[in-house]
C-alpha cells in the first residue's frame, strides 16, 4: 500500500509556471505507474499525465502537451509535474495516482491510491 501527499498548488498568473510534487511512503513506489488527473469545479475529474516505473516513457492529455512535463525521483519516493505556460483553463484540483499496473492509464478507476489534491489557480 502507499499513501500520497499532493503539494505546490497556488495562484498564479495566465502564462507562469508551477511545479506539483507527490510524496509516496512505502518502499515500493518505484513499482508504481503514476499519474496526474485534475478537476475543475462542476467539472468531472480528468486525465492530465502518467509516467511508467523508470521514468522512461510518459504521457500527456492532449490539452497539456509541450506546456506540462511529468517526472518521478525514485530515490526520493516523489512524482512531479511541472506545469509552464499556465491558462484559466487549467485551474482545478490536481491529484496524482498510483497504480500497480505497468501500462500507464487515462481511466481514473485503474489507479488505487489517490493523493488528496492540491488547487491551481490561473487568473487571467
Known amino acids: 500500500q502507499v499513501q500520497l501527499v499532493d503539494t505546490g498548488g497556488g495562484l498564479v498568473q495566465a502564462g507562469g509556471s508551477l511545479r506539483l510534487s507527490c510524496a509516496a511512503s512505502?518502499?515500493?513506489?518505484?513499482?508504481?505507474?503514476m499519474g496526474w488527473f485534475r478537476q475543475a469545479s462542476g467539472k468531472e475529474r480528468e486525465f492530465v499525465a502518467a509516467?511508467?516505473?523508470?521514468?522512461?516513457?510518459?504521457y500527456y492529455a492532449d490539452s497539456v502537451k509541450g506546456r506540462f512535463t511529468i517526472s518521478r525521483a525514485n530515490a526520493k519516493n516523489t512524482v512531479y509535474l511541472q506545469m509552464n505556460s499556465l491558462k484559466p483553463e487549467d485551474t482545478a484540483v490536481y491529484y496524482c495516482?498510483?497504480?500497480?499496473?505497468?501500462?500507464?492509464?487515462?481511466?481514473?478507476?485503474?489507479?488505487?491510491?489517490w493523493g488528496q489534491g492540491t488547487q491551481v489557480t490561473v487568473s487571467s
Open positions: 509516467v511508467n516505473w523508470s521514468g522512461q516513457s510518459t
Open positions: 495516482a498510483a497504480t500497480t499496473s505497468l501500462r500507464y492509464s487515462v481511466v481514473e478507476d485503474e489507479y488505487e491510491y
Open positions: 512505502g518502499r515500493t513506489f518505484s513499482s508504481y505507474t
